[in-house]
């Protein structure tokens, strides 16, 4: 086979149809199930975007009560998540902590279901499951923070919709209109986005007619790399490490002679900006005010211009949450557990559409190890 045959990383490669977003570079957007996701993000809760994800269209009333009322059915934290949890070193890295979580509870779930033929389960089981867990993240992630923090867990209320409680469980305060409007776009924004290595990883896992549970497991694990969901944390790294906007030339000086990549910046698909930035540099430029921070400001802006001037290289949706999450209160290795808890609509429903119309995905290779040979003797 030809070098020029072989599309390392599949660059280019389009291996399958989805119905649920498309990822357009030429035009620099992005449509869940047909709708914008700006005009998602200025008007619609996560939970109706979880709803438009999962089912095709948006929920009408009564559909969104009913979800946000199945949701508040799986808030708390579960004993058994927890105890699991506290076998953890406190200095586990939180995205292992929530693929713990999640095997934890797939386990469970999936016990005495039988055989491996019986775990992939019906599509109404994969929309309960898909349910359960988007409702069940929130608690995982907050209970992380806090008990690194040494606090206490703080138990659900229900008087608050989904991005309320959930800075309601990490925080233990009510949160601010300002805070909640930006931590539910940051959740839409990063909710979905096609064949993204992640979410391919599930789809991949659910070719092989594993359960749901695996296939997020797997995926958790391939959006926590740098390259991929990790960035948000690695962004917040680097923001520290230059300390001030002052510092940015120097530091980026240094930076590109030692040929570092600056997290936050490059996309395989959008080449000319991520058409998801805008919304989410709005909320970041919201928070600077509301937090009277314009030092986190005005470092990212210097370091974003700075960059884009000499590498003509644009940030990606990492690049503004990272500090958002950072002035919300987060700690940055909470970064990438949050985009879990969005990416887990999105993940599921690629699940679902896989399962729909199942084929393993197994490509080839082209082998370029030694010609065959013998065992002497
Ligand atoms: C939500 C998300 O998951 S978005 C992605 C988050 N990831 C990051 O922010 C990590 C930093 N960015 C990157 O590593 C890359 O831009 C990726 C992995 C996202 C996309 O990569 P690819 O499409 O494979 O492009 P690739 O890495 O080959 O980059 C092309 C060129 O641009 C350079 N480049 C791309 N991104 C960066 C960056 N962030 N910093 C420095 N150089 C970069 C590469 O070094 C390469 O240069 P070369 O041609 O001289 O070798
Ligand atoms: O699409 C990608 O490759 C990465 C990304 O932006 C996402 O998953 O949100």
Redesign the pocket.
């Known amino acids: 086979m030809a070098d020029a045959d072989i599309k390392k ?1 599949l660059v280019g490669v389009v291996v399958d149809v989805t119905a649920i977003s498309k990822v357009n570079p030429e035009t620099n957007s992005l449509l869940y199930r047909g709708y914008p996701v700006q005009e998602l993000a200025d008007t619609q809760s996560f939970e109706a975007v979880a709803h438009l994800l999962w089912s095709g269209e948006l929920p009408t009333a009564d559909e969104l009560a009913g979800l946000r009322a199945e949701e508040r059915r799986y808030r708390a934290l579960d004993p058994e998540v927890r105890a699991a949890i506290d076998l953890l070193p406190l200095d586990a890295h939180p995205m292992d902590e929530a693929r713990t979580a999640v095997s934890v509870i797939g386990a469970r779930s999936l016990a005495g279901s039988g055989s491996v033929l019986d775990a992939s389960g019906t599509p109404e089981e994969n929309r309960a499951r898909s349910i359960e867990l988007f409702a069940a993240l929130p608690a995982i992630v907050a209970y992380g923070q806090r008990r690194r923090r040494h606090e206490e867990l703080v138990e659900p209320r229900d008087d608050l919709d989904y991005a309320a409680n959930f800075l309601w469980m990490v925080f233990g305060r009510e949160p601010a209109e300002v805070e909640v409007d930006a931590f539910n776009r940051s959740m839409i924004l990063y909710a979905e986005h096609s064949f ?1 290595a992640s979410t391919f990883t599930a789809r991949v896992i659910t070719s092989t007619l594993s359960d749901l549970y695996s296939a997020v497991t797997g995926a958790i694990g391939a959006l926590k790399g ?4 990790g ?1 948000n944390e690695a962004v917040m790294h680097i923001l520290d490490e230059i300390g001030s906007a002052e510092r940015v030339e120097s530091w980026l000086d240094e930076a590109l002679a030692e040929k570092r ?8 698909v959008y080449k000319n900006g991520d058409s998801r930035v805008p919304t989410m540099q709005a909320a970041l430029d919201r928070l600077v005010e509301h937090y009277d921070r314009s030092d986190v400001g005005d470092l990212a802006a210097a370091l974003e211009r700075e960059f884009v001037e000499r ?1 003509g ?1 644009y940030p ?3 690049y503004p949450s990272g500090p958002a999450y950072h002035l919300l209160g987060f700690d940055t290795v909470t970064f990438t557990p949050l985009f879990i808890a969005a990416r887990i609509t999105g993940w599921t429903a690629h699940i679902m559409e896989q399962a729909e119309a199942n084929a393993l995905i197994r490509p080839l290779s082209d082998y370029n190890g030694p010609d065959e040979r013998h065992i002497e003797g």
């Open positions: 990383g993204n740098p390259l991929h969901g960035a990549k600056i997290m936050g910046f490059g996309h395989r590498k290289i990606n949706l990492d």
